[in-house]
């Protein structure tokens, strides 16, 4: 099992918008968390792993790779933590680089403030 202090974030998410018209095989996703406190701007391999509006997704963010998540993770990726930006109201950017497949999460500091770190794995299972 991860220790809390692997896992950097865990949350459920409500898939409001999937777009595929700029590149073949990358959809970029809309997201908002289960208690509309997130929103996940996410890259995706469509080809790979195709989601639609309207879907729920778990997606967790972990400081390190290990079974618990692996094995029941339907798509993962490693990736880079290049900027945090801190916003207004107490609520910050978070943007990460999954070898040029992109992240945007924003939301209070008080959930994304341990996605410091300079890499993480993401972990999305439906």
Same mark, same amino acid.
């Given at each position: 099992?991860?220790?809390?202090?692997? +896992?950097?974030?865990?949350? +459920?998410f409500?898939?409001?918008s999937?777009d595929?018209?700029?590149?073949d095989?990358v959809?970029? +996703?809309?997201?908002i968390?289960?208690l509309?406190?997130?929103?996940?701007?996410?890259?995706?391999?469509s080809?790979?792993?195709p989601?639609?509006?309207?879907e729920?997704i778990?997606?967790?963010?972990?400081s390190t790779?290990?079974d618990?998540?692996?094995?029941?993770?339907d798509? +993962?990726?490693?990736?880079k933590?290049y900027?945090?930006?801190?916003?207004?109201?107490?609520?910050v950017s978070v943007y990460?680089?999954?070898?040029?497949l992109l992240?945007?999460l924003e939301?209070?500091?008080?959930?994304?403030?341990r996605?410091?770190h300079d890499?993480?794995?993401l972990f999305?299972r439906?």
């Open positions: 099992m991860l220790s809390t202090d692997t +896992i950097l974030i865990d949350e +459920i409500h898939i409001n999937v595929s018209q700029k590149f095989r959809s970029r +996703i809309v997201a968390s289960s509309q406190d997130i929103e996940m701007t996410l890259d995706i391999n080809e790979l792993y989601l639609k509006p309207d729920s778990s997606v967790q963010l972990a790779l290990q618990a998540f692996k094995d029941s993770a798509y +993962i990726m490693y990736g933590v900027r945090f930006d801190e916003g207004e109201k107490d609520r990460v680089s999954f070898g040029g992240m945007c939301g209070p500091y008080k959930k994304l403030n996605l410091s890499h993480v794995y999305i439906k």
